[in-house]
């Protein structure tokens, strides 16, 4: 299908979801908007922290600043889904994937070194969040959520790949390339390892 194509080049995932999750998701509705209203938050916190961290890198404060305004603007659409269906916000629960994910940013005092990780793990939680969208989108029966998650599919695409290039703000190119090849691989692997989850968006 056209629409499949480009994202699925861009994004080079190496594993797909497995196809029972959609099923299962939409079957949990609840759970799996008020797990995504945390994923959303999760994102605005973690550009946020960047921020902070990194108060010298001019472009990434400046593109931080736009990504938390547009993360915060899809906590507030996840919210609205919720209240229109007489849902409220659950608890937080732990992301496993995230966490997983997450260790593999390498600590120590090479601090563009670990930037470039952080900017690319951060990078494949768009990427697989943006994946699980699309799925939700092509088989969800309830049109407006189908509306919902094509808008926010488009979005974390374009998420994915400003983060990559921030990536290149601060490293090499080359280098930046092969540790995002290094990570696609310890993704798939998270994602073989978890199960799939009917409550969560990871
Ligand atoms: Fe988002
Ligand atoms: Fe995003």
């Given amino acids: 299908m056209a ?13 797909p979801t497995d196809p029972r999750w959609v099923n299962i998701a939409e079957k949990n509705i609840e759970e799996i908007l008020v797990d995504h209203a ?20 001019e472009r990434l404060v400046e593109e931080m600043t736009e990504l938390v305004a547009e993360e915060w603007s899809h906590f507030e659409r996840v919210m609205e889904q919720l209240k229109k269906r007489g849902f409220g916000l659950g608890r ?3 992301d496993e994937y995230v966490v997983e994910l997450t260790k593999h940013i390498r600590k120590g005092n090479k601090r563009e070194r670990q930037l470039m990780d952080h900017l690319l793990v951060n990078a494949l939680i ?12 092509k088989h969800i029966q309830d049109e407006e959520l189908q ?3 094509y808008e926010l599919m ?24 092969a540790r ?7 993704e798939a692997d998270i994602i073989r390892n978890l199960e ?5 968006m990871h």
């Fill in 3 to 15: 629409t499949t194509q480009p994202t699925k080049t861009i994004l080079r995932l190496e594993l």
């Fill in 38 to 57: 945390y994923c959303e938050q999760k994102a605005a916190t973690s550009g946020i922290s960047l921020i902070v961290k990194y108060p010298d890198k």
């Fill in 92 to 94: 937080n629960r732990p």
């Fill in 126 to 137: 768009e990427a697989r969040s943006c994946e699980r969208f699309k799925l939700l989108w």
């Fill in 147 to 149: 509306k919902f998650y």
């Fill in 154 to 177: 488009v979005s974390e695409a374009g998420h994915y790949v400003s983060f990559v290039k921030l990536a290149k703000e601060y490293m090499p190119a080359e280098e930046v390339d």
């Fill in 180 to 186: 995002l090849k290094e990570l696609l691989a310890i």
């Fill in 196 to 200: 799939p989850r009917p409550d969560r």
